[in-house]
């Protein structure tokens, strides 16, 4: 089964704090996506990439940045944390986009104070 | 932008009943729509999926079914158990990602 790692679980940062999250897939996938997750708004896509240097925007981008360093490493950059950052975040690889299965990380709970 | 709506936001029934899951889409282009569960505190998982050259897919206890027309699928999830309990997504693909609902948390009761 697809193997999607994400670190830290949990984060707590204060409002202006710079934080970042990881995500790790072993499934040789090309495409990896960052989704937060809020009640009442499902999964909402924040950046992706189709491969190792390669950033496409979402349909949430406002706040983050992303880079992907190699085809298994895709990290989401915030540096001036704000409160209404606080959400779930998932990673996600797929082998062709959007016309695949998504397999999903654990998550990442971060609240900002 | 593509659109995705899901109804009910939650509901709760017995176990051994049915469920009927609905949700829409917007974007005519659309041709791929997974469903993902997500279990309490676990990571979201894929359950059943169809494409838009289908009307209908079943997999053991869910049924999908597609109307294009109309740009609606319902997911039927039959002799439900506690196990099933969990927050159900559906999701349409629009360009090169998917789009999410607002999930349906369904509670199945002994």
């Known amino acids: 089964e697809a193997a999607v790692t994400q670190s830290p679980r949990n984060k707590v940062t204060v409002t202006g704090g710079n934080v970042t999250l990881s995500c790790r897939q072993t499934n040789s996938h090309n495409y990896m996506y960052w989704y937060r997750q809020d009640t009442g708004h499902g999964l909402r896509l924040i950046h992706y990439?189709?491969?190792?240097?390669?950033?496409q925007i979402g349909d949430v981008p406002d706040g983050y940045k992303a880079t992907r360093t190699t085809q298994e490493d895709f990290f989401l950059l915030l540096e001036l944390a704000s409160p209404s950052q606080t959400s779930l975040y998932f990673c996600?690889?797929?082998?062709?986009?959007?016309?695949?299965?998504?397999?999903f990380g654990a998550g990442t709970r971060l609240s900002v104070l | 932008g593509e659109q995705v709506e899901q109804l009910p936001s939650s509901l709760i029934v017995q176990e051994g009943a049915s469920v009927l899951i609905n949700c829409s889409y917007t974007d005519s282009a659309s041709v791929y729509f997974p469903w993902y569960k997500q279990e309490p505190g676990k990571r979201l998982q894929f359950i059943i999926d169809?494409?838009?050259?289908?009307e209908r897919k079943q997999n053991q206890r869910l049924t999908l079914l597609f109307d294009k027309k109309t740009k609606h699928l319902s997911l039927h999830i039959t002799a439900t158990q506690p196990g099933d309990s969990a927050i159900y997504f559906c999701s349409a693909n629009s360009g090169t990602y998917q789009r999410f609902g607002t999930g349906t948390k369904l509670q199945v009761v002994p």
């Open positions: 990439s189709y491969g190792a240097g390669n950033l």
């Open positions: 169809i494409r838009s050259n289908m």
């Open positions: 996600a690889s797929s082998g062709e986009g959007a016309q695949n299965t998504l397999y």
